[in-house]
């Protein structure tokens, strides 16, 4: 399952050096983080009010969006998937309210 988010996060490192013009990606990744933020943003509030409707067509539809430029993101922070899956695994075996505890107050684990 991950091999489609590795592949998306794949291409979207390869269009770090394409025209803007030419491509979406270059186009969001020259605009800058702020853009790049705001397209999350909005995208999350789309998964929100699909999922609030209950049409599992659109929640799916603005899941990808929401997956895909959460990938932008992450590859502008010099991240990938495997960061996020890495601390995906890392809290399996572990209660989510135990997780929740031991997080600091600015939501990061503590020890980070």
């Not at 998937?81 to 505890?101: A, H, I, Q, Y």
């Amino acid at each position: 399952m991950s091999e489609a988010l590795h592949r998306l996060a794949a291409i979207i490192e390869a269009r770090k050096q394409a025209d803007p013009k030419a491509s979406y990606v270059a186009k969001l990744l020259a605009e800058g983080r702020d853009a790049i933020l705001k397209k999350v943003g909005e995208e999350a509030t789309e998964t929100i009010i699909a999922g609030k409707n209950g049409e599992p067509a659109a929640l799916v539809h603005e899941t990808a969006d929401l997956w895909f430029h959460t990938l932008v993101l992450l590859a502008d922070c010099g991240l990938g998937p495997e960061e996020v899956l890495g601390e995906l695994e890392r809290r399996f075996g572990t209660s989510g309210l135990d997780e929740k505890l031991s997080r600091s107050p600015r939501g990061r684990p503590t020890g980070s």
